[in-house]
Nanobody, 125 residues
């Protein structure tokens, strides 16, 4: 399984950014892709999760209403659309694969079996 993130950049507060996660090596729909983030000096935080089978999405409380995650089954790409970005959104963003239900994945990263290397996002004031 390989997960490759892209799209990280520096943006100003209030701006928008779209991250992509290219997934390979998973041959069925029985997996879910989550986005996590880790800011310097802080613990990794679950951001969102999307069920690849039907596109149902789940979000962490800190990003609800601002971020949208979606799944493109044709290209095996997962997107994270981030709007109304704040300086506290600054972090390295990772995508992760799991066979567990998204609600489980958002509750514990121990449900993750494969991680990408991350893409950095910086939101300036």
């Amino acid at each position: 399984v390989q997960l490759v993130e892209s799209g990280g950049a520096e943006v100003q507060s209030g701006g928008s950014l779209r991250l992509s996660c290219s997934v390979s090596g998973l041959d069925s729909d029985d997996w879910n892709i989550a986005w996590f983030r880790q800011a310097p000096g802080k613990e990794r935080e679950a951001v969102s999760c999307v069920a690849h089978s039907d596109g149902t999405a789940y979000y962490g409380n800190s990003v609800k209403g601002r971020f949208i995650t979606s799944s493109d089954k044709a290209t095996n790409t997962i997107y994270l659309e981030m709007d109304s970005l704040k300086p506290e959104d600054t972090a390295t963003y990772y995508c992760a694969a799991s066979p567990s239900h998204c609600e489980v994945v958002l509750a514990t990263e121990r449900a993750v079996f494969s991680w990408g290397r991350g893409t950095p996002v910086t939101v300036s004031p």
